[in-house]
């Protein structure tokens, strides 16, 4: 199960050398107000929300694994809220949503109904960025994680449908923990 690497490889994925991805990040804090309120969905080791706070932001980071959240906190000095996507309860409260490689392990059937709570987390002309390793068919790594492994189009037709706009995907080579060459979907929209 997914969860369970991550708790179970914790330490080894937080501390693994991994430089926030500052042009993203850059683009998407430019588009919110100052000191604008963010909700990182999957914070992993925490370097992303260490790089916003830097910049004046107030996070509230988040994550499904209890380890990996633990490791977050040591880099980031301030809590983790321990919260798996479907938890998420918020109403306009947030004028940004960051999900760096943390919505693509949402089985495909349930992505919908998490989109429509992130919309709902977020504050009217809210901005949203997540990112997703790309393909045509959900499936498990070498490690045993699910990917829900959208196209383009996949992710398009389902941000259409969910009300969403100023949808913007660009689609890039990289890599990830496996070592291995990834296609990237990264997507910033708003509510």
């Known amino acids: 199960m997914t969860t369970s690497f991550y708790d179970d490889n914790a330490e080894t994925y937080a501390a693994r050398d991994r430089k926030p991805p500052t042009a993203r990040l850059d ?7 100052e000191k604008a309120r963010i909700l990182e969905l999957g914070c992993g080791g925490g370097q992303d929300c260490a790089y916003m706070l830097s910049k ?5 980071p988040t ?6 959240a633990r490791q977050a906190e040591k880099l980031i000095g301030r809590p983790v809220k321990i919260m798996r996507f479907e938890e998420l309860s ?6 940004g949503v960051w999900a760096e490689a943390s919505l693509l392990h949402v089985p495909r059937a349930d992505l919908p109904g998490i989109l429509t709570l992130i919309r709902s987390a977020l504050k009217q ?6 990112s997703f ?3 045509t068919a959900e499936g ?8 829900n492994y959208p196209s383009m189009e996949w992710l398009q037709a389902l941000l259409d449908a969910g ?16 070592g291995k060459p990834t296609r990237w979907l990264h997507l910033a929209t708003r509510k």
């Open 90 to 95: 918020a109403h306009e409260e947030f004028d």
């Open 133 to 135: 390793k790309a393909g």
């Open 27 to 33: 683009a998407f804090l430019a588009a919110l107000p």
């Open 63 to 68: 994550d499904g694994s209890a380890e990996l």
């Open 163 to 178: 009300g969403w706009r100023d949808i913007s995907i660009n689609e890039v080579d990289g890599g990830g923990y496996d």
């Open 125 to 130: 002309d809210g901005v949203f960025h997540a």
């Open 140 to 147: 498990h790594d070498s490690f045993g994680r699910y990917y």
């Open 56 to 60: 004046g932001f107030d996070v509230t």
